[in-house]
């Protein structure tokens, strides 16, 4: 009889940031899965007037080290770079500024084009 076997757990870093190399990062998270599903989600922060010294002891120390004492997991399998614009964060000004954006474009294209 075969026995299933489970896959060790990994952990993915999720980075909201422009592209650009120079850009700030505007919000962190990070996710668990093990045997295919998501068994932890460490909720996103924004990370607006934060020194890059401060981000780095936020994800090693605090997430790092939380995932290691709880997982065993000691580092990030892959880090996604997400748009700021899909911050997933209630009330981000970021996306609440830019939807205000795009329905002023809307309300001139309307208005243009009647």
Known sequence: ???AETSAPYAVLYIW????????????????????SKVLEVAPIHCAGYRKRQIEKYVQKDVMGYLNARFGIT???DEIRLEPIECPIPGCPYVERFAASQEHLLEKVEATHG
């Open 1 to 3: 009889m075969p026995v």
């Open 17 to 36: 940031r422009e592209k650009r190399k120079d850009a700030p990062i505007h919000a962190i998270a990070a996710s668990v899965f093990q045997d295919g």
């Open 75 to 77: 580092f990030f399998a």
